[in-house]
């Protein structure tokens, strides 16, 4: 291969990663193994669903799928190349308690779960919340790193160990004041 097909082949790698950084108003960057541990242990002890809400390259997802065979784990990732290096990771990984689907996350017509965990931006927050109040049944749980969901009340804004980030914990039905 020569020296300019590598070139062409990387410009169109970071122009696909760019474009849906810029179209999703994310970056996908993934948490380090200390924050997906200090996330892991706010799950809930018993058996339940966990979305991860833009999975990225997987890490988070599929250390939760790792840690806990007892949670089924659903990664939803629209941008195409975290996402498809996800599936190779998945598949390396060989984790029957993981499924990771291609999907915008706002637009997919589905239950989120018992659980939804997520590491997004600031601008996207509102419509985290817009859609987890149409969508998620009284009672889930929402771990969110980083950033606060508008408008809702959290029962727990954790200081991480591993970073200078909050943890935000909200539980539906509790989750809007007054
Ligand atoms: C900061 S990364 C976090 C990855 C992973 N959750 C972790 O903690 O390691 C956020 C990801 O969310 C994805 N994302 C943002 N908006 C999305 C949407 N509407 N639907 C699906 N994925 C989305 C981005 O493409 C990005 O890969």
Do not use: H
């Not at 239950?111 to 859609?131: I, K, N």
């Not at 009672?139 to 009340?153: E, K, M, Y």
């Amino acid at each position: 291969m020569s020296e300019l097909s590598i070139l062409i082949i990387l410009g169109v790698v970071i122009a696909l990663i760019l474009i849906y950084a810029i179209r999703l108003r994310t970056v996908p960057m993934p948490s380090g193994r200390k924050a997906r541990n200090e996330i892991i242990s706010y799950l809930p002890n018993e058996p339940c669903r966990v979305v991860d809400f833009g999975s990225g390259w997987g890490d988070l997802a599929i250390s939760i799928a790792r840690a806990r065979p007892d949670i089924t784990v659903t990664g939803v990732e629209l941008s195409p190349l975290p996402y498809a290096v996800s599936r190779i990771r998945a598949r390396l990984a060989q984790l029957e308690n993981l499924s990771l689907v291609r999907a915008d996350f706002r637009k997919r017509d589905q239950d989120p779960g018992d659980v939804v965990v997520c590491f997004l931006d600031p601008r996207v927050m509102a419509d985290v919340g817009d859609v987890l109040n149409q969508r998620m049944a009284p009672g889930g749980i929402v771990l969110s790193r980083a950033f606060a969901i508008p408008g809702w009340q959290a029962f727990g804004e954790i200081p991480m160990q591993s970073e200078s980030d909050i943890l935000y914990l909200y539980r539906i039905g509790s989750n809007l004041p007054g």
